[in-house]
């Protein structure tokens, strides 16, 4: 079996609409964090189930309708995503713990606004951040991320970049 995953993160209350697109060919949507608005995951819900965690930004009610952390097995695939995470080898406080402790295959996360994707040899796993795919933030471009998990492996990756981030008007 394979699954199909859309990555995505900070999005802060903007879901610009060609996601829908790149999501309908996918089994699954993450997003790692920073939501802004329950219309975003509402809006993706509709179209695929979806894994998501909160960010710095979300207020309250976001936070309890999410978890600050998940770690799960799909298709043999150890999956650990959080939004603040930090990249390889300078994680933020308390993942390189974490990492240890769950021993994860991939490591996502989002916050940064920066697209990464990287391959940590101390502790073996490849980590993801799929940068912002809203308008808010210092990132010039919208990007996200498509791949493939199948026995045990991510693959398949593709770098999405929607193009330029729109103006706060939009």
């Known amino acids: 079996m394979m699954k199909k995953i859309l990555l995505l993160s900070d999005t802060h209350s903007f879901l610009d609409p060609r996601v829908l697109g790149y999501a309908e060919p996918v089994d699954e949507i993450w997003h790692a964090?920073?939501?802004?608005?329950f219309e975003?995951?509402?809006?993706?819900?509709?179209i695929k189930p979806l894994r998501?965690?909160?960010g710095n930004i979300d207020n309250a009610r976001i936070r309890s309708q999410f978890d600050e952390s998940l770690f799960f097995t799909i298709e043999g695939l150890r999956v650990f995503m959080t939004h603040i995470g930090g990249k390889p080898p300078r994680y933020a406080k308390g993942i390189k713990e974490k990492l240890a402790h769950?021993?994860?295959?991939?490591?996502i996360c989002g916050h940064s606004h920066i697209l990464k994707v990287a391959y940590d040899k101390k502790h073996e796993l490849l980590f993801m951040n799929?940068?912002?795919?809203?308008k808010h933030g210092f990132h010039k471009k919208q990007t996200m991320i498509r791949f493939e998990i199948?026995?045990?492996?991510?693959?398949?990756?593709?770098?999405?970049?929607?193009?330029?981030?729109p103006g706060k008007d939009l």
């Open 102 to 107: 769950l021993n994860p295959d991939l490591f």
């Open 130 to 134: 799929p940068g912002a795919a809203g």
């Open 150 to 165: 199948a026995a045990g492996k991510a693959q398949n990756l593709v770098v999405i970049e929607l193009g330029d981030k």
């Open 52 to 54: 998501v965690v909160y």
């Open 33 to 37: 964090g920073d939501i802004g608005a």
């Open 40 to 46: 975003v995951t509402d809006a993706l819900e509709k």
